[in-house]
């Protein structure tokens, strides 16, 4: 059993890093059990849409997904987009690779292994995967789409043969450029409208079934007006999954759990604290966690050491709110300097622009490119309010004035 010390500290402060302890998100879990569930019976389910601020945990559900369906036997490829534009290329690389583990590339026909070479650069041969590493070709093949459309239908009827699902996963979605959101969702489109029709022996009855593949895109707020600005219907033709804070039980469920891992258990003051300081934002729960874990040595994490704790972690927080004030416009500033000055309940662009001087027709764009492009606002209920995305970026306006 381990105990407290800052060798057994169990937060991980970062981004993209699978945390020890897999917190919350049980609802978003549970739907993604059941799409995969249904997908084996062969019912169709639409691609699930992650969404979220960043830090919030859109990697870290994805990873913990992945993990969770390998062991299950599920096929799984993953790719973040660069904004290079090679994620079809890794897309393709990595089915390679899982089809190979598998023992099925063998039976891919020869139009898909080529594929995967024009696509990827990787090489099967008649003895599997090729050892060298593959360096993906400089110009992509002309019908890009349908070369990992064919794929796609391929592998999903292997998986299907298998008694298993395909799953597609795409981190950092925002990244994908215009030509590539095109091929890349028609492409899933097209495989995922496949249909197997099959005759029931007794009653002579034809059931349909979706070939067993399964997509999860994942990427920042703006990103279903990124896919229709690229011509793609893909955002509307999705489930989406909005990402938020962590509610107060999954927190506390969460922090007992972190203590526990590291040997160690937070005093009810402290986890209140803790719970306060974070705001339920991932990333800032474990710079809070892993400072206020630092601050002391005793089984048991004391209120003062979590006033210690937050303190020391708040230069921090700190930076990570200027990071994500840096670039924007003077008239934008003002507007969130105005919006952190109100009390919550007030936040609307009407009283906002009062505070300014000015009409909230005048600043509607300002708030439109607050909301959508830097997501740093987002409507809060139908009464027209806004509220700030980021837990404690008021208090931070309100205390750093320019
Ligand atoms: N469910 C969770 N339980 C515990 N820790 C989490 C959870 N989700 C996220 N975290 C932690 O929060 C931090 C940020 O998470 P993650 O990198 O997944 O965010 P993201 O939404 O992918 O951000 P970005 O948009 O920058 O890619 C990581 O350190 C991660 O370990
Ligand atoms: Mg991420």
């Known amino acids: 059993m381990e105990s407290r010390s800052a060798a057994s500290n169990p937060f991980t402060p970062g981004f993209g890093n699978l945390p020890r302890v897999f917190a919350g998100r049980k609802g978003e879990f549970a739907d993604l059990r059941v799409m995969v569930d249904r997908l084996a019976a062969g019912i169709h389910e639409p691609p699930r849409l992650v969404t979220g601020d960043r830090g919030i945990g859109k990697t870290t559900l994805l990873l913990e997904f992945e993990t969770e369906q390998n062991e299950a036997g599920r096929w799984v490829v993953r790719g973040a987009a660069t904004p290079g534009g090679t994620v079809i290329a890794r897309l393709a690389a990595q089915l390679a690779e899982v089809l190979d583990r598998r023992g099925v590339a063998g039976r891919l026909s020869g139009a898909a292994l080529g594929g995967i070479r024009r696509l990827s650069g990787v090489e099967i041969g008649p003895r ?189 927080l700190d930076a990570f709110y200027e990071e994500r004030l840096r670039g924007l416009g003077e008239r934008q500033r003002q507007y969130l300097d105005a919006a952190a000055r109100l009390d919550p309940a007030d936040r609307t662009p009407g009283r906002i622009a009062e505070q300014l001087g000015t009409s909230s027709r005048r600043l509607a764009s300002t708030w439109q490119s607050l909301v959508g492009r830097h997501g740093l606002l987002r409507s809060a209920g139908g009464d027209g309010r806004l509220a700030f995305e980021l837990p404690g970026l008021d208090a931070y306006l309100r205390r750093s004035p320019r």
């Open 128 to 316: 599997g995967l090729a050892a060298e590493s593959a360096t993906p070709p400089a110009t992509s093949p002309a019908d890009r789409a349908g070369e990992l459309a064919r794929l796609l239908i391929e592998a999903a009827h292997l998986a299907r043969e298998g008694g298993t699902v395909l799953l597609v996963l795409v981190d950092e979605a925002q990244n994908i450029d215009r030509a590539t959101v095109g091929d890349l969702f028609s492409a899933v489109q097209e495989a995922q409208t496949q249909v197997v029709i099959e005759v029931d022996r007794r009653s002579g009855a034809r059931l349909r079934h979706s070939l067993p593949i399964g997509v999860v895109v994942a990427g920042l707020p703006g990103l279903v007006a990124h896919l229709s600005a690229a011509g793609s219907t893909f955002g509307e033709r999705s489930k989406p999954v909005e990402l938020g804070v962590f509610d107060d039980a999954d927190l506390r469920e969460g922090l007992r759990a972190f203590a526990t891992a590291g040997g160690g258990v937070f005093d009810a003051d402290a986890l209140e604290l803790v719970m306060e300081a974070s705001g339920g934002y991932p990333y800032f729960l474990h710079v809070v966690g892993s400072h206020v874990w630092n601050a002391g040595t005793g089984s048991v994490v004391t209120r003062a050491d979590a006033e210690a704790g937050i303190a020391a972690a708040s230069a921090y």
